[in-house]
Structures are given as structure tokens and as C-alpha cells.
């Protein structure tokens, strides 16, 4: 039912910002208690997850990448926004939009987007 898509361009150049959007459909971003997270997978790696922001609109952050990351929604698309500032080669990756299932456990997600190659380049 819920389905989650993410945009944005698929190259981005070092220092400059990445900025992903995730459009949702079939469920509000606003719901209780649900949380709309970001996550990455570089090359040869694990999945990373970025921040998420809340039915509430609160925002959570990674500490490693709190200071370059920023999430945010338009609830009038029923979307939400990460921007990645600085960029260097390390953030290439794919990237995804989830949801979370918001219980006690952060990272149960019951719906993903396919995930978006952003590759950061000169």
C-alpha cells in the first residue's frame, strides 16, 4: 500500500549539497507514530543510516553526519527532503528513503523506496 520514491540528481559535486527528495504515497508522512528515515550504502559497505524525521516533524541525526545533514518535509506533497552538505567522494552511494515502524526499536522499517544512485564527482 505505502509506497516510498526518491529523487534528485545522481550527480552531485564535491562541497557541493546533495538533496534527495522522498515522495510517499498511499499513507501520510503526519501519522502517528510513524518516522521517515534516510539511509545510504556506499560501494562494498553496510547500510548507513543518515536521520529520520518524525509524524511530528522532529528530526533525528546520525551523529556521525548531524552536522552536515538536514531533513526535512513538505507535508502538502507528503514528502520529506535530505540535504547533505560538503560532499566529498565518501558520500557516493545509494540512497533511500524508509519508513519506520516507530516502536522502541529504531530501524524496523516495513517500506522502502528502491533507492537512488548519487555518485559525488568533479
Known amino acids: 500500500q505505502v509506497q516510498l520514491q526518491e529523487s534528485g540528481p545522481g550527480l552531485v559535486k564535491p562541497s557541493q549539497t546533495l538533496s534527495l527528495t522522498c515522495t510517499v504515497s498511499g499513507g501520510s508522512i503526519t501519522t502517528n507514530y510513524y518516522y521517515w528515515s534516510w539511509i545510504r550504502q556506499p560501494p562494498g559497505k553496510g547500510l548507513e543510516w543518515m536521520g529520520a524525521?518524525?509524524?511530528?516533524?522532529?528530526?533525528y541525526y546520525s551523529p556521525s553526519l548531524k552536522s552536515r545533514t538536514s531533513i526535512s518535509r513538505d507535508t502538502s506533497k507528503n514528502q520529506f527532503t535530505l540535504q547533505l552538505s560538503s560532499v566529498t567522494p565518501e558520500d557516493t552511494a545509494v540512497y533511500y528513503c524508509?519508513?519506520?515502524?516507530?516502536?522502541?526499536?529504531?530501524?524496523?522499517?516495513?517500506?522502502w523506496g528502491q533507492g537512488t544512485q548519487v555518485t559525488v564527482s568533479s
Open positions: 524508509a519508513r519506520d515502524r516507530g516502536g522502541t526499536i529504531w530501524g524496523e522499517y516495513d517500506y
Open positions: 524525521i518524525a509524524y511530528s516533524g522532529s528530526t
